[in-house]
């Protein structure tokens, strides 16, 4: 009979060997999903995660990808991470990325076709504050009526696709595009575009404000007093309060920083990668960053990593697609995986597994 018993701290070993485990876990069982629709599995495998970085006929242009495909999924994590270590489920960063990227597309729409130094740094401050706006309404709904923020937040996701597809067939769409739905593309304006800062690298100003998000978040957890309430009340709510940490306040920060960056990593998109405002803008960055977090431990350090991995994952499923011919609902179903094998390999962080025989009744 197996038995759980519950450990009195969780497992260092466990939480530290968890996510590789479940990397290999989700080969495995992603091989044999691969090899039920008819591929050969070590094959798929090998395109996902070995060809976009060391197959030489795809490099070149795999290698730049990995950091444009990275940068934003990393920049959205490290907002969720702050949140979720406070036990604040702010699932609706999709969402929040898209209004950012609405917002700093309006703004440079504005002041189209002018140039000038401001217009760009004024499309930044604009997607920050869409996305925040956007996060803070379950945050203030959960402060003011107790509703549940995770609901609240996904369900705000339909409500921005929906406004998204408004606005590229609408107020935003391009008059000179003849007729197609989209915005203008920022990419091709000095003012409002996000180029490469070194060329063929794929870094532009969205990876650079990742990297100094997982900087800062590191040293607001580990150096700041605002970084220890937060590991205080997702570690112990009821002593958070005693030690006179305001739980609304927290909620307020917490998603309003989580949709700020994720409204940032819309807007760089948008001016750069994306280049326009579209129908089909809304990539699953803000859910596939869910995974993100939570595969690198809420960790700013584990979160670079596990941005870099999923990125290759982005790249190697397309890639996978294009050669051996795997539907895209499958490249979902594999990365869905990683995050059902991480929670359920989490368990073991903080149970152990007891053997115990049987009692019959006499």
């Known amino acids: 009979m197996i038995r759980l018993e519950k450990r009195p701290t969780p497992s260092r070993t466990w939480v530290a060997v968890t996510p590789v485990l479940a990397v290999l876990l989700t080969m495995i069982a992603g091989g044999l999903m691969f090899w039920a629709l008819g591929k050969n599995p070590f094959e ?45 489920w702010n699932i609706g960063a999709e969402g929040q990325y898209i209004m950012g990227a609405i917002a700093g597309a309006a703004v440079g729409l504005y002041f189209y076709p002018a140039l000038g130094w401001h217009i760009f ?28 923020e995770i609901l609240v937040s996904l369900l705000l996701v339909y409500v921005a696709e929906s406004l998204l597809a408004a606005m590229a067939i609408g107020k935003m769409k391009n008059p000179d595009g003849g007729g197609f739905p989209g915005s203008r593309n920022f990419a091709k304006y000095e003012a409002s575009a996000n180029p490469e800062l070194i060329a063929g690298t794929g870094m532009h100003l969205g990876v650079v404000t990742a990297f100094l998000a997982v900087i800062a978040a590191y040293v607001l957890l580990q150096r700041h007093m605002l970084g220890y ?56 960055y803000g859910f596939t960053a869910v995974i993100v977090a939570l595969l690198g ?46 929670l359920a390999l989490d368990l073991l962080s903080n149970y152990r597994i007891r053997l115990a025989r049987r009692e019959v009744a006499r």
């Open 121 to 148: 740094p004024l499309m930044v401050a604009a997607g920050l504050v869409g996305g925040m706006i956007w996060a803070l309404i379950p945050g203030l709904l959960k402060v003011w009526f107790g509703t549940n």
């Open 229 to 284: 309430n937060i590991r205080l009340t997702g570690q112990a709510p009821r002593a958070a309060r005693f030690s006179g940490v305001s739980p609304a306040a927290l909620v307020l920060i917490c998603m309003g920083t989580s949709g700020a960056l994720a409204g940032m990593a819309g807007l760089f998109e948008v001016t750069g990668p994306g280049g326009q405002i579209s129908i089909d803008f809304a990539s699953g």
């Open 297 to 342: 431990r809420l960790n700013p350090i584990g979160i670079l990593l596990a941005g870099l991995l999923l990125a290759l994952t982005y790249i190697g499923g397309e890639l996978a697609q294009f050669m051996l011919s795997l539907p895209k609902a499958s490249i979902q179903a594999f990365q869905g995986m990683l995050l059902f094998f991480l």
């Open 44 to 88: 798929a495998i090998r395109t996902i995660f070995w060809d976009p970085l060391f197959n030489e006929q795809f490099a070149a242009y795999s290698r730049p990808q990995l950091l444009v495909k990275a940068g934003p999924l990393i920049l959205i994590a490290i907002g969720l991470s702050l949140g979720f270590r406070a036990g604040i």
